[in-house]
Each structure stands twice: as structure tokens, then as C-alpha cells.
């Protein structure tokens, strides 16, 4: 019995041995390999975001070598293990809970970009046929809806976001007069006007882009509302004290 223990033991420690060997295996050898391939996916992942010390090809295909890492870096879930921000708009969009609800039945073999899903995954839109390069663009709205449909939707959501804007520099505005005469309540008018900028008018961005109606009128509009209404506020309780 202590021979066969020790046999097992040995082929359990060959076993886990073999798939650290493999796990661990280097960037380089992906990228030689793939770059005499296909050089210029190799080219694009270069000059894309994802180019990073952080991260690796494994980061983003696993490390499952058996002609699945190409579908298996399409799952939603990839990208939202580092795109945090961008996960809550998508997964509260149409989009997001289709692809929620059928995301075991999604087709991820196929390249992205053939309209083979009822809901476009992250990688479809934002790396549209099959590339590494990150877009924004409208070409992948157009695979499963009409131009016009897709002219519309574009100039309502830039004219949305030019609202978005327009109260951040009123805001700004009333931030300067309080910075400019000294007025109390100045640091605490920047502090909401940088998190209106940073937060709630990204939020409209994001919304606008994901088609997210939390982002738009919840996280997005009506809270951009709110800071500029406590910014005046304090503008207000400034000069009554004067």
C-alpha cells in the first residue's frame, strides 16, 4: 500500500507539475508565435489599451491552449473582471440582460461581428471583427439595426451628453466666482463640481453609450441636477452671509 500511495503521490505532483508548467507559460511565446501568423492582430494589440505590463494574453484567453481562448476572450465576464464601471451601465442596459439571461447559448466561437447574438457581448462592439483594436464606433449597431435607426440614436445620445455639459460649466462657473472672492464653502463647491465631472457626467456618457436607462436618468441626468443645485446652494449661503 505505501508504494501505491507513493506511486500516486508522484503522478498527482506530475499532474499539478504539468498544468503550473503550462499555466505559467511566457507572453513571449504566445507573441512569437502569433506574430508570425498573424502579425498585424499582434501589431493592433500593441497599439491598443490592453498593452500593459498588468496584463497578459492569458489575462484575456486563459490558459486553455485548445482553440477555445479566442471565444473564451469574447465572454462578458472577462472584461468586466477589470472594467468595473463599465459592467453596472452594460448589465442594466437591454443588451445586458438579454446577454445576461443568454449567455451560456451565446454563440462565442465565431468571430465578432457577424450578428450571430441576440445581444452584442463587450468584444462585439468594442472589438468589432475580430480585432484588438478598441472602438467606439457605430458600424457594430448597424450588423443588427437600420442606419437611421442607428443616425438617431447617435445624435440623441451626443445631444444628451451636450446637456450633460453644459450644467458642469455652469457649475464651474459658479465655482470660479467662489474661488475668485474668497467666499465660504469654496472647497466644498470644487470637491462636488470634480465629482459631477468625474462621476455622474461619465455616467451619462456610459448610459448613453450602453443604452443603460439607470446611468442616463438615475446615476446620470437627475444627479448632475442635484450637484449643481447644492453648488448654487452654497453660492447662495455665501452671499446672505455677506
Known amino acids: ?93 437591454k443588451h445586458g440582460v438579454i446577454a445576461l439571461m443568454e449567455g451560456e447559448r451565446m454563440a462565442y466561437p465565431p468571430p ?21 483594436r478598441m472602438t467606439s464606433t457605430a458600424t457594430p449597431c448597424q450588423d443588427c439595426h437600420s ?10 445620445g451626443r445631444k444628451m451628453i451636450a446637456i450633460g455639459a453644459m450644467k458642469v460649466r455652469e457649475a464651474e462657473a459658479v465655482v470660479h466666482r467662489l474661488v475668485r472672492e474668497r467666499m465660504e464653502g469654496a472647497f466644498k463647491a470644487r470637491r462636488i463640481h470634480e465629482i459631477m465631472t468625474r462621476d455622474h457626467l461619465g455616467r451619462v456618457r456610459l448610459g448613453v453609450g450602453h443604452q443603460s436607462p439607470d446611468d442616463q436618468w438615475w446615476h446620470g441626468q437627475p444627479a448632475l441636477d442635484g450637484d449643481l443645485l447644492r453648488i448654487k446652494s452654497i453660492l447662495h449661503d455665501a452671499l446672505v452671509k455677506r
Open 147 to 156: 442606419p437611421r435607426f442607428v443616425d438617431t440614436w447617435f445624435t440623441s
Open 1 to 93: 500500500m505505501k508504494w501505491l500511495s507513493g506511486m500516486m503521490g508522484c503522478i498527482v505532483i506530475g499532474i499539478i507539475g504539468f498544468d503550473v508548467e503550462a499555466a505559467t507559460e511566457s507572453m513571449t511565446d504566445c507573441i512569437a508565435c502569433h506574430r508570425e501568423r498573424n502579425p498585424i492582430l499582434i501589431a493592433e494589440w500593441e497599439q491598443s489599451g490592453h498593452h500593459r505590463p498588468a496584463l497578459d494574453c492569458q489575462t484575456c484567453h486563459g490558459t486553455r491552449h485548445d482553440g477555445t481562448m479566442a471565444a473564451h476572450s469574447r465572454r462578458n465576464e472577462v472584461c468586466m473582471a477589470c472594467h468595473a464601471r463599465e459592467r453596472q451601465s452594460y448589465t442594466l442596459s
Open 112 to 132: 465578432s461581428g457577424n450578428g450571430e447574438a441576440r445581444a452584442p457581448t463587450c468584444a462585439y462592439c468594442h472589438m468589432h471583427r475580430n480585432t484588438h
